[in-house]
């Protein structure tokens, strides 16, 4: 059974930082572009970034570039997400999933999320 559990979410005054991990089991990663993806209330779920099976290529949104950075661990099964300089405007509720390629969609359901609240 595929899961996808995301962690380490919390409250954080702007200017602080906080890791998410993303624990995946019932596949193999290594087969598996990632991405995190994030909703903030009231607004469709955006991707955040992304990284290839093998963490060589990473790819971010525009609104994170800079202060956020994507990385994997495929023998643990787990994709983080570094997020420093945070902005009130980064609260949502981050969620990661797989993807067959950096341009496809993701793909399997998707998993509770993690709450991320920057305060200012």
């Known amino acids: 059974q595929v899961q996808l559990v995301e962690s380490g979410g919390g409250l954080v005054q702007a200017g602080g930082s906080l890791r998410l991990s993303c624990a995946a089991s019932g596949f193999t990663l290594y087969t598996y572009v990632m991405s995190w993806y994030r909703q903030a209330p009231g607004k469709e779920r955006e991707l955040v970034a992304t990284i290839t099976n093998n963490g060589g290529s990473v790819i971010y949104a525009d609104s994170v570039k800079g202060r956020f950075t994507i990385s994997r661990d495929n023998v643990k099964n787990t994709v983080y997400l570094q997020m420093d300089s945070l902005k009130p405007e980064d609260t949502a509720v981050y969620y990661c999933?797989?993807?067959?390629?950096?341009?496809?969609?993701?793909?399997?359901?998707w998993g509770q999320g993690t709450q991320v609240t920057v305060s200012s």
């Open positions: 999933n797989r993807r067959r390629s950096i341009w496809g969609p993701p793909v399997g359901s």
